[in-house]
């Protein structure tokens, strides 16, 4: 039996500098194996000191500067756990909202989950079978009261996705 997977799955960081990131890091309480980013660091420095210090996925989101998407793909499948994971940021044609945004952007691909970021909205549902997630903000909340990340277990053939709302680990 294969040992599970603990995701720490963030996005819309917004940060020009790691030193949040990595105090937030730090006063976690709960462990995790890998780090995956849905877009909108903001600095390469917030990418690099992730890919330093954790294992970590990411992709650039539309606020990410041409040297932070130089070190990242737009979009992704990951394999992970024995699920395959689409990881975009979910920006785009403006006309539809971001989770459609999201779910098409893996029409070929049909993973069992896409995670997403860009809205700030914290979500986690489901669209034609597949598992949509989006962990909000940790950092940038705009009008959602808390900030907040997705913590995600991974042991096939389940998937457990819990929305932790982060103001404990936020100062």
């Known amino acids: 039996m294969d040992s599970p997977i603990r995701a720490l799955v963030i996005a819309d960081t917004h940060l020009k500098v790691p030193d949040r990131m990595v105090e937030f890091l730090s006063r976690l309480p709960y462990p995790f194996d890998v780090i995956i980013h849905a877009g909108d660091f903001c600095s390469p420095a917030v990418v690099e000191t992730l890919q330093s210090r954790f294992p970590f996925f990411g992709v650039w989101g539309n606020n990410d500067s041409p040297e932070t998407r130089c070190l990242l793909p737009e979009h992704s499948i990951l394999t992970l756990g024995g699920f395959r994971l689409g990881i975009t940021h979910g920006h785009g044609e403006e006309r539809k909202e971001t989770p459609a945004r999201a779910y098409e952007q893996f029409q070929v691909e049909k993973p069992d989950a896409i995670i997403f970021g860009h809205s700030h909205q914290p979500v986690i549902c489901t669209k034609k079978g597949i598992l949509m997630l989006n962990p909000g903000s940790l950092f940038s909340k705009r009008r959602e ?16 996705a819990e929305l932790v709302f982060a103001s404990d680990f936020i100062s």
């Open 145 to 160: 009261r808390w900030p907040s990340f997705i913590f995600l277990d991974l042991i096939y053939p389940s998937i457990k």
